[in-house]
């Protein structure tokens, strides 16, 4: 069983950086992907960035650009660099990550397991 643990939110002002911090435990296959989601109050869960076992990524056109995703295999550490932040990028933000291989990395049904997630909020 997979269990996801996210850290790394926290309060600043826009314009300004965080960078999220995803620890992975339980997960032994060779083929995966792992994606930074996030959920604001009312709205539906966003897909932000995702990277695969092949290391290829996508991202989200609303943060191409400010927002990078990498993996520290070593640590079983998955990371979101948040640059240029925006009020809007104000949300609860949740790694999850799904076993196996999909064509659909940024969607929500693509993942089963879920971090508990961790508030992001940014001040103008």
């Known amino acids: 069983q997979v269990q996801l643990m996210e850290s790394g939110g926290g309060s600043v002002q826009a314009g300004g950086s965080l960078k999220l911090s995803c620890e992975v435990s339980?997960?032994?296959?060779?083929?995966?992907?792992m994606a930074w989601f996030r959920q604001a109050p009312g709205k539906e869960r966003e897909g932000l960035a995702a990277?695969?076992?092949?290391?290829?990524?996508r991202y989200a056109d609303s943060v191409k650009g400010r927002f990078t995703i990498s993996e520290d295999s070593a640590k079983n550490t998955l990371y979101l660099q948040m640059n240029s932040l925006q009020v809007e990028d104000t949300a609860m933000y949740y790694c999850?990550?799904?076993?196996?291989?999909?064509?659909?990395?940024?969607?929500?049904?693509?993942?089963?397991?879920w971090g508990q997630g961790t508030q992001v909020t940014v001040s103008s």
């Open positions: 999850a990550a799904l076993m196996g291989w999909t064509s659909v990395p940024l969607a929500r049904h693509t993942y089963s397991n």
């Open positions: 339980g997960r032994d296959y060779h083929t995966y992907y």
């Open positions: 990277i695969g076992s092949d290391g290829r990524t």
